[in-house]
């Protein structure tokens, strides 16, 4: 992709100033301020309606930046040298002197912390004296963006600029993996969990459903449309958009496919468009069909449950 150079110079200016921006990544656009700015990041939990106790996730251009914030161990390094930049999110303590503004950890010790693999934003993010705290550019709960429309359609003028980067090419959020202690995944996403086992050779638990929010993506309602959302129907009612996996022989107008042959990783690339534009046809709810359990089908799944907790 061929960097505009004239609006990365405008983005840093903005952030620079204190302002929140909206940028692209290879996962969902990311609402970003400083976050080493209590006003920044203060801006971004206003703008997103977000509830104060949800940390934010802060991007990273490369692990020298993240040194002077976050203390590293053997796993988190193997893991980053294979899967970096790209769609996983690492839970790590903090130093005790780090700059980072203590809204975007809700006064924690530890940092979510992720390098994105964007080609605009990594370019902005080499530009910048501090990394970015970005969650997904969205109003919380809702569906999160995946282009530079989505991001308009839910804040209009309320973001001073949206960074151009084109349709995200993952879709979905990225996988969050605590790292203190015996590694943990606290969220599925764009990333397939068995990869990290394959890489660490070890099963790693799923703790996405906790109690009390730690990380990101943990509320029980969350990435919804807006309308009620069933799982796993064979029997559709009147008035609902029918969403299927892949795309049927037999279609009707309110028939929706997530990938033409049944490949996930379509699938979940197209899963947040298509739940908006259902919403944008005005149908009442949105019967799902049944989609496999498996690979990025674990995370989508994961995602249509959240989106069904109204």
Request: hydrophobic share 35%; proline share 5%.
């Amino acid at each position: 992709m061929k960097i505009n150079l004239a609006n990365i110079k405008k983005a840093k200016m903005l952030l620079n100033k204190g302002d929140c921006i909206a940028i692209p990544t290879e996962t969902v656009y990311g609402l970003a301020g400083n976050a080493y700015s209590e006003h920044a990041c203060k801006k971004i939990y206003k703008l997103k309606k977000r509830p104060n106790n949800n940390p934010l996730i802060i991007h990273y251009y490369d692990t020298k930046e993240l040194a002077k914030d976050c203390h590293f161990n053997d796993t988190f390094l193997k893991l980053y040298k294979k899967f970096c930049p790209g769609p996983i999110t690492f839970i790590l303590d903090l130093k005790k002197d780090s700059q980072i503004s203590k809204i975007a950890t809700n006064k924690k010790n530890t940092l979510a912390v992720r390098f994105p693999k964007h080609p605009v934003t990594r370019h902005l993010l080499k530009k910048l004296k501090f990394p970015l705290a970005a969650p997904s550019a969205n109003i919380s709960t809702k569906v999160s963006a995946v282009s530079s429309a989505n991001v308009k359609e839910d804040f209009g003028n309320k973001i001073s600029f949206v960074l151009e980067g084109g349709k995200s090419t993952i879709g979905l959020e990225s996988t969050i993996i605590d790292l203190r202690n015996n590694p943990k995944i606290l969220r599925l996403g764009g990333l397939d969990v068995t990869k990290i086992q394959k890489l660490l050779n070890k099963k790693i638990i799923v703790k996405n459903n906790p109690k009390k929010i730690f990380t990101p993506g943990q509320s029980k309602l969350h990435y919804s449309p807006g309308i009620p959302v069933r799982l796993n129907i064979k029997k559709i009612r009147k008035d609902e958009a029918y969403l299927f996996l892949k795309k049927m022989k037999k279609t009707k107008p309110n028939y929706f496919f997530l990938s033409k042959n049944g490949n996930l990783d379509e699938a979940a690339k197209n899963l947040y468009s298509t739940l908006r534009k259902i919403k944008k046809f005005k149908y009442k709810s949105i019967a799902v069909h049944k989609i496999p359990n498996k690979g990025l089908g674990k995370t989508i799944n994961d995602r249509l449950v959240r989106a069904s907790k109204l």
